[in-house]
């Protein structure tokens, strides 16, 4: 089992910027790829960006230069530092590693 605990989300102006950041505990050597997931109300969760345990990374078209995926190894934390945030990024974001997922942190952009 792994257990995802995620943080960093809250309210903020368009234009702005977040951190989020999700602790994995537990088997971590299970863990390869991470990612970042986010659900809008009434939409499906989609991707938003992943990282191989090899640093690969890929991103999803509507967040390429604005967001950033990285991950600390030995602690097993991922991050998405997102910048000039839009109203269209807000969503719950959920992290994933192999089949588990956080439990989600909502992000809210809004004047």
């Known amino acids: 089992q792994v257990q995802l605990v995620e943080s960093g989300g809250g309210l903020v102006q368009p234009g702005g910027s977040l951190r989020l950041s999700c602790a994995a505990s537990?088997?971590?050597?299970?863990?390869?790829?991470m990612a970042w997931y986010r659900q809008a109300p009434g939409e499906e969760r989609e991707l938003v960006a992943y990282?191989?345990?090899?640093?690969?990374?890929n991103y999803a078209n509507s967040v390429k230069g604005r967001f950033t995926i990285s991950r600390d190894g030995p602690e097993m934390t991922v991050y998405l530092q997102m910048n000039s945030l839009k109203p269209e990024d807000t969503a719950v974001y959920y992290c994933?590693?192999?089949?588990?997922w956080g439990q989600g942190t909502l992000v809210t952009v809004s004047s």
């Open positions: 994933k590693a192999g089949n588990f």
């Open positions: 537990g088997a971590v050597f299970m863990i390869a790829d």
């Open positions: 990282i191989t345990r090899g640093g690969t990374r």
